[in-house]
Nanobody
Framework: QVQLVESGGGLVQAGGSLRLSCAAS????????MGWYRQATGRQRELVGT???????NYADSLKGRFTTSRDNPKSPMYLQMNSLKPEETGVYYC??????????WGQGTQVTVSS
């Protein structure tokens, strides 16, 4: 089983930066890709960015150049560096892991609040 725990959320002013982390443990399957998703109240959960076990990243177009997903290696925590944050980006940010067989695992999320 895979357990994912997000941390690093909090309150930040518009234009500020925040770094989230996702720690994975209890891994007994091969994880091929991890990613960050976010969900604001009343809105659908959306992709922020993903990173494969080889380090290849993918981002929502609107976030390219401003958000960065990274891992030192596939067994290290995954980070999300968020810069120039906007109030509308307030929400719960979730960590996701995908297994070789197509299995999916989700963390409980961490709250990010961007004040104006």
């Amino acid at each position: 089983q895979v357990q994912l725990v997000e941390s690093g959320g909090g309150l930040v002013q518009a234009g500020g930066s925040l770094r989230l982390s996702c720690a994975a443990s209890g891994i007994i399957v091969t994880i091929t890709r991890m990613g960050w998703y976010r969900q604001a109240t009343g809105r659908q959960r959306e992709l922020v960015g993903t990173i494969t076990s080889a380090g290849t990243t993918n981002y929502a177009d609107s976030l390219k150049g401003r958000f960065t997903t990274s891992r030192d290696n596939p067994k290290s925590p995954m980070y999300l560096q968020m810069n120039s944050l906007k109030p509308e980006e307030t929400g719960v940010y979730y960590c996701k892991a995908e297994g070789l067989a197509g299995s999916q695992y989700w963390g409980q999320g961490t709250q990010v609040t961007v004040s104006s």
